[in-house]
């Protein structure tokens, strides 16, 4: 039987008519602005060698790429980005032409989407290179480009994000830490987690370094933040950093682009890729960013030809999808809340900032219900994150557990100390978990974090899904112990199991969506403000 014949996989679909009407629009809509701006096109394979993408700097982990082999058995992808492959092109076929090379792409990339999470996995990118020339002039080509292509594209109301990813790189290379700390440090400043960043930088201790790195990722918006930040670390290079991103931000209001452009001097280098000026486009009716680049002058020396670079990629699927969706920032700012324990303490919270929580308290069967000119909306846990991460509401009041097991792209803000309780391992009491050679297995509720636990430990492990009431299945003889939240442990006590190993506590954050973040700022921090005193008293 031809079971699959008539569904597509997942993250993949078909698109009909006026779809296809806007993307073509758009793709040529960018394609002429290119061309009137010198820049020539090419098209590279959509299959190429893995080696291509093979480097600490791509930024694209290895699972998410989609693999096959050639007829001799090496490994090849469909391609997951657009640069890597062009900067192979150059290096290879231009390396005579004088340069700088200006190339356009309009040509999909091909990265697996997190299960069941409404992602599509071909994304159709229009993008640019220019190659070849590191000057401040380069820079303000690409970026008042970016900007154009947004204007091109219909949007309701946009913006740039604009920062460098030297300030990191200068404060980062100062610091005297291990590998894991430095990605850990890059992950909380890009996910906004001050929460975890405050705690790993008071584990780091009190310095000039740990200092900046605290304040830099809160200093996004106006010109104000690039002088707040001079303030903060004397470092020539680090002031040097500073001064150049705010001559290109005054340039780009001498070019009276200043309404579209924000500043966010939290924006790092997570993979090493970038090198100097980074930017993401958000506009009304996307949750993800629709554009993103910068400078990256340090990869075309990884295919033998060293020179200077810098591009974007407009996400010409989220362009099209935010073109049409309902979402508009008149509406209010919407916070999806986790049904249950940690509803009830966000009440109070809510009731401490002086906030009218009555239709909430009297919700009977209701699901949106107004607190003041907010708009609160009940759902399961992991839902709060998809609803977040869509961007169909701003902000979400969620516990750490259901952000490890099922988070990805979101600012994590806030940890509001409530709902407190600890990820841990736990077997019927007597028993011992880590003795003897036979595979043991376990059942949890999250077997992301189970996974990441055992394989941190290099033990492999049988991880068993279960949706509830997991302390069952050591009970019924399906598991040798359970991975799952423990607060009183009342729960594990009075069914016979003890806590072998804690693993991490758990309280309840504040998630943004990171659009919202960029295109309603004011409404946002406004709350955050509020909520956060609130989470003090
Ligand atoms: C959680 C958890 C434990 C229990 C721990 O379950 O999975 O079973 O709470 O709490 P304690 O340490 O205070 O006893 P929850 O109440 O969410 O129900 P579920 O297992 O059916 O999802």
Redesign the pocket.
Known sequence: MKRYSKITPQGSRDYLFEECDDRRRVEHELSVLFKENNYRKVITPAIEYFDVFKSDNVGIESEMMFKMSDSKGRTTVLRPDNTMPIARMVATRLHDEELPVRLYYSQPVFVRAKDLAGRPSEIAQSGVELIGDGSFDADIEIVKMAVESLKKSNLNSFKLELGNAAFFNVVLGKMNISPNDRADVVNYIESKNYAALGDLLDKIGDTAETRVIRRLPRLFGDASVIDEAKKLYSDSAFQQALLYLQTVYNRLCDEGLKDYIILDLGLVNRSNYYTGIIFHGYAEGSGISVLSGGRYDNLLGEFGMPAPAIGFAVEVTALCEAMHEVINVERPIRIALTKGRLERKTVELFKTMGLDTKELENKGRRLILPVDKYETVLSKAPDVITYVEHGVCDIGIVGKDTIVEHGSSFYEVIDLNIGK?KFALACPKGTDFFSGYKRKTVAS?YPKVAKEFFESKGMDVEVIKIE????LAPLLGLADGII?????????KENGLEVVEDIFPISARVIVNMASMKLRKAEIEEFLNDLELASRV
């Open positions: 309780c509720k509830g009431s997991v302390e799952d939240i423990v607060e009183t442990g009342s729960t594990l």
